[in-house]
């Protein structure tokens, strides 16, 4: 009896942390986490790929099938997006404005549908290897991708306003210029010419994980400031 007892005790303890401040504060600040460990796996991967050019070659080469630093990249990549998941269930967990709610399901979307796929069973070809079917997809759902984080970005300026939605905006820009410059630099890989794509790319994913973190930061201050509740609540003035 005294052991069900305790069973019942901690159970309710979990559940009353995972209810609380505490649970969603964390997940709100998983994309920190999230950052730390793509940049790591980048800077790792690249220095442990001998002749690989963090200027000229994309960052989907360290994941590319035939790469020596595939494991570690893939790796540090799925631990990366299962923190944005968790990111995107704890903006689901707080968000009062439908714009953030939105940001949420995407966060989610995007792990589901693009996040687990694009480096693991259709990552790209390496460079030696001829091109295949898993290039093809890898390039969709890239774009995808790429499509899910413009929309988020721009509902995340549509959720808050000031500093943050010129912020958010001028970070659409740069993703989608760089991202636009880094497709075209990629286009000569099968002549082994690609000047500056890896360059362009990280700017790109790079500026992307830095709105990232600063949404990260704005969502907690606004939506568990002192006297915010750590569940969602629905507040018809905020609706957006």
């Not at 714009?99 to 589901?112: C, E, K, R």
Request: aromatic share 12%; charged share 15%; with cysteine.
């Amino acid at each position: 009896m005294d052991t069900v007892m305790k069973a019942d005790s901690c159970g309710d303890a979990v559940t009353q942390w995972w209810r609380g401040r505490g649970a969603a504060k964390g997940l709100l600040l998983a994309p920190a986490a999230a950052v730390g460990v793509y940049i790591a796996g980048d800077v790792l991967s690249g220095l442990l790929y001998n002749g690989y050019s963090y200027r000229d070659q994309a960052i989907s080469e360290l994941s590319a099938f035939g790469a020596p630093v595939r494991p570690l990249m893939v790796t540090a990549i799925l631990i990366h997006n299962v923190l944005l998941l968790a990111f995107g269930i704890g903006l689901l967990r707080v968000a009062r404005q439908r714009s953030l709610l939105w940001v949420g399901i995407l966060q989610v979307a995007g792990f589901l549908v693009v996040g687990i796929a694009t480096h693991t069973f259709w990552a790209m070809s390496s460079r030696d290897r001829s091109t295949g079917f898993n290039d093809t997809m890898h390039i969709a759902l890239s774009a995808v991708f790429s499509l899910f984080v413009v929309v988020t970005m721009v509902l995340s300026a549509v959720a808050y306003r000031g500093w943050f939605r010129v912020y958010a905006l001028a970070t659409v820009f740069v993703t989608v210029g760089f991202g636009i410059a880094s497709s075209f630099a990629i286009r000569g890989i099968e002549q082994n010419d690609t000047p500056w794509a890896g360059a362009f790319e990280r700017i790109d994913a790079y500026a992307y994980f830095a709105w990232l973190v600063v949404l990260a930061v704005t969502v907690t201050r606004h939506e568990l400031g002192p006297s915010r509740p750590a569940g969602r609540r629905r507040d018809t003035n905020r609706i957006v």
